[in-house]
């Protein structure tokens, strides 16, 4: 019986260290994003524009906090990149010198607008616009559909992210992976 534990443990952690060592390669090899304020991650801090999310609350849910992600979190681009086993892409404006890229992000906010539905947070013009900066939003953001009067959250961009990487009904005729490993 004590052989028997010893080879089920030796295969359990042959089984953990092999798929540890086959999650360390990514599915493709970047991913370039295009878009707008749904996938901006951190472009418009460095442009003219007043369509910025580098204040809190935005990023309340993000390890490092507002980064420009007009979310309280991660973006469906986070979440693919993630998915593909890739860093997150970088803004493209924030790039200085030689870096090893694995990925872009062109996205910039203010390309388009979404109808607002109870926010989480408050905004200006009576729900309908970005967060007010510093004020203290809603403590469930994981049960609201919007994070501002435009935005999505980082649950509803999981669930997106989540269905376009792996169902059929978001992201057609393929799905992601299904395109990485074909």
């Known amino acids: 019986m004590i052989e028997k534990l010893k ?4 295969f359990m952690v042959l089984l953990v260290f092999v798929k540890s060592v086959k999650s360390e390669i990514p599915l493709a090899p970047a991913l370039y994003v295009f878009g707008d304020s749904i ?14 999310a580098d204040f809190k609350p935005y990023g309340l849910n993000f390890n490092g906090g ?7 979190g991660k973006t469906v681009a986070d979440f693919i990149a993630e998915f593909l086993g890739l860093p997150f892409s970088p803004p493209y404006l924030s790039l200085r010198g030689s870096v090893k890229l694995t990925g ?13 539905i109870s ?3 408050i905004t200006w013009a009576n729900g309908t616009s970005a967060c007010i900066p510093e004020l203290v939003p809603c403590r469930n953001a ?17 669930v997106i ?19 990485v490993e074909g």
């Open 7 to 10: 080879s089920l443990a030796f």
């Open 104 to 116: 872009l992000n062109y996205a910039s906010g203010s390309c388009g607008l979404m109808d607002p």
């Open 142 to 158: 994981d049960k609201h559909y919007f994070w501002d009067g435009y935005h999505l959250t980082e649950t509803v961009y999981r």
């Open 119 to 121: 926010p989480c947070c």
């Open 66 to 72: 507002a980064t420009g992600r007009f979310t309280d």
């Open 39 to 52: 996938f901006d991650s951190g472009n418009n801090n460095l442009l003219p524009t007043l369509a910025k």
């Open 161 to 179: 992210a989540t269905k376009c990487f792996n169902g059929t009904s978001v992201c057609i005729p393929n799905n992601i992976k299904e395109l």
